[in-house]
């Protein structure tokens, strides 16, 4: 959702400030792409660059833990009693619990209580990279056809209406998966998008010299 909030918000601003400006479809046309393409690059670069790291951050403890594992095994078993402990398990049974997935799979013990990491599973940059650049050109999408499709003198109410209309499904969407109220959600997102397409058409009507 939030990257395609992303995508509906940046192309709507950009199309309708140009839109404010001319009346060229081609212009407004080569905006929206313009603006679709990066946007899109740079999500997905972005959240290559931030999933990677992530990853190398995931890849660094699991070898430190691999090294203690292997060179004092007693006291990460121990430790991990202790966390057991901490949760509310008696000092034998957690010394239990402890040694018995320490004898399955150590590793994997001592990963996902410690650190909070499945060995198995890692974070994947080019599966977050590709989901984002996605997000963002679905979102991106609505304003562009909302105001290339419509004759003139219509298409900024066109692509005003749909865009918020797009960012209520959004907001609502969000809402819900989350379990968080929906009304200031939506609210939110209409109203930033609104806020966004007023101040750049006004910035284009008054820069931007309208053409037949």
């Given at each position: 959702m939030l990257g395609a909030?992303?995508?509906?918000?940046?192309?709507?601003?950009?199309?309708?400030?140009?839109?404010?400006?001319?009346?060229?479809?081609?212009?407004?046309?080569?905006?929206?792409?313009?603006?679709?393409?990066?946007?899109?690059?740079s999500m997905a670069g972005g959240e290559y660059v931030s999933v990677s790291t992530q990853r190398d951050t995931e890849k660094a403890l699991l070898r430190t833990e691999k090294w203690e594992l292997r060179t004092m095994p007693d006291s990460e078993e121990r430790q991990l009693a202790g966390i057991y402990e901490e949760k509310g398990l008696s000092p034998?049974?957690?010394?239990?619990?402890?040694?018995?997935?320490?004898?399955k799979d150590p590793l994997g013990?001592?990963?996902?209580?410690?650190?909070?990491?499945?060995?198995?599973e890692l974070t994947n940059p080019?599966?977050?990279?590709?989901?984002?650049?996605?997000a963002f050109v679905a979102g991106a999408l609505l304003p562009l056809l909302?105001?290339?499709l419509p004759p003139p003198e219509i298409r900024v109410v066109t692509c005003a209406v749909g865009v918020l209309a797009g960012l209520v499904l959004?907001?609502?969407?969000s809402a819900t998966l989350g379990g968080a109220r929906r009304l200031p959600a939506v609210l939110r997102n209409a109203g930033v998008g609104a806020l966004t397409?007023?101040?750049t058409y006004g910035?284009?009507?008054l820069f931007g010299v309208s053409t037949a």
């Open positions: 909030n992303d995508g509906i918000v940046s192309v709507a601003g950009l199309v309708v400030g140009v839109a404010g400006a001319t009346t060229d479809r081609s212009a407004i046309v080569i905006a929206g792409v313009a603006s679709l393409v990066a946007g899109a690059l034998a049974l957690a010394a239990r619990v402890a040694r018995e997935l320490t004898e013990a001592h990963a996902d209580v410690e650190l909070r990491i499945d060995p198995d080019w599966h977050a990279a590709f989901a984002s650049m996605g909302a105001i290339v959004t907001g609502w969407t397409m007023a101040v910035v284009g009507s």
